[in-house]
């Protein structure tokens, strides 16, 4: 825990008598500034980048692990550190003409969940490559385009940039991308970050390399649930012998073992209760179905669907007894300004990119075809939790 996490958690109240003080530390989404544990993949990292250090560019390379092994956290990590040196060494383009070319390339973060369209893609490269302001509008993804060339013509150094969540259901898919890629400047290499495996994928056929990103190892996990305990409870919250029931049991996924102290946190702290209890645990790791969807990807999803799923998770069960009965519940919602077609057609759709599942619906006894119903494939409570904390920062602080 650093000196920051520590005045922070003094700031919220030292006199407060409760478990949990900082939300944002404990949520699975979160992205710490220094992975624990994960020294060996750095490594391998660093050792593929190695030639940027020399003035010139690494190949193209696909960095690929399970859900939940912390591959978001760790490419971030090294990319932010990365970014600040090549911002020291005077890597970032202050103007369209140069009296001079760095020697470090910049070092761009891209997530295909938060750039889907085309623009947005170059967008996001060219605004890490440049200081001046990069205009959201009145501009053409060509135009863009080319003033990223233009940017980047005669830098030796170029860039390299970091795809996160390539292959994704509802993302862009291989052919799109790999066509976006190919638009790119000639001193542009790109790391490509995904769950498939390389053989499943055409992207390997345009790198030099495969980096695979390990589950964490139980111990690790167990280090990683005591820090993030550490920056979000008050003292001696959480003991090793619950961490190690959570590290246990979540597999060397980080994503869930993070989203059960999170949900064992939440009902200790509702119970008014200043340490975890095993009982919490237990109950948490209920309440998380496997597999589960991340919470980083629902949180990326547009807002008016995260709305929907929010009023979802609500109904009781003869309102979830089929898609029609849902849709209508929703529909009839105060708090949701959405047309019975939008709400029927969102859920359609999000059972399509695997956030909610369609089963059939038991005891139908007539004629045609079944109704189905929807199940939740993510942790109710996390997400609906973490969504109105969002809606009310100010009750957070």
């Given amino acids: 825990m650093d000196l920051d996490a ?20 404990l949520s699975p989404a979160a992205h710490i500034e220094e992975p624990s544990d994960r020294g060996p993949v750095f490594e391998r990292l660093l050792d593929h980048l190695d030639p940027v250090f020399n003035g010139t560019l690494p190949p193209n390379a696909y960095v690929h692990g399970a859900y939940g092994a912390g591959k978001s956290a760790i490419i971030t990590a090294l990319f932010a550190r ?14 369209s003409t140069r009296a001079r070319s760095p ?58 940039v970091a795809i996160d969540h390539v292959g994704e259901p509802e993302g862009v898919d291989t052919e799109s991308l790999l066509d976006r890629l190919s638009g790119l400047p000639s001193n542009v290499s790109w790391l490509a970050i995904s769950r498939t495996p390389p053989a499943e994928t055409d992207l390997t056929t345009y790198t030099a390399t495969s ?18 305990a550490s920056a979000g409870f008050t003292r001696q919250g959480l003991d090793h012998d619950q961490a190690r029931r959570i590290a246990e049991w979540a597999e060397g996924n980080a994503h869930d073992a993070l989203a059960a102290l999170f949900l064992a946190a939440d009902r200790a702290d509702r119970a008014n209760r200043t340490r975890l209890r095993d009982e919490d645990v237990e109950v948490a790791i209920e309440e998380i179905p496997r597999p589960s969807v991340s919470l980083a990807r629902m949180q990326s999803l547009p807002e008016n669907k995260q709305r929907v799923l929010r009023e979802l998770v609500d109904l009781d069960g003869a309102a979830r007894a089929s898609v029609a009965d849902t ?8 708090d949701l300004d959405l047309s019975r077609g939008t709400v029927k057609r969102f859920l359609y759709e999000l059972a399509e990119v695997g956030v909610l599942d369609r089963v059939q619906a038991e005891g139908h006894g007539g004629k045609g075809r079944p109704p189905s119903r929807l199940e939740l494939r993510f942790p109710a409570r996390l997400f609906s939790r973490l969504y109105d904390l969002r809606q009310a920062p100010a009750s957070t602080s």
């Fill in 82 to 95: 990365l970014r600040r040196l090549s911002t020291q060494s005077g890597a970032v383009i202050h103007t």
């Fill in 327 to 334: 849709t209508d519940a929703i529909s009839d919602s105060p």
């Fill in 6 to 25: 520590r005045i922070k958690r003094r700031q919220r109240g030292e006199g407060e008598k409760r478990l949990i003080q900082d939300y944002e530390a």
């Fill in 211 to 228: 980096i695979e990103i390990g589950r964490y190892q139980r111990q690790m996990l167990v280090d990683v649930l005591m820090t993030r």
């Fill in 103 to 160: 020697s470090i390339p910049e070092f761009v973060y891209l997530d295909l969940r938060e750039t889907a369209s085309e623009f947005a893609f170059y967008h996001r490269i060219l605004d890490g490559c440049v200081e001046e302001s990069i205009p959201q509008h009145g501009i053409s993804t060509d135009e863009l385009l080319d003033k990223l060339h233009r940017a980047l013509s005669g830098w030796t150094a170029g860039a390299v």
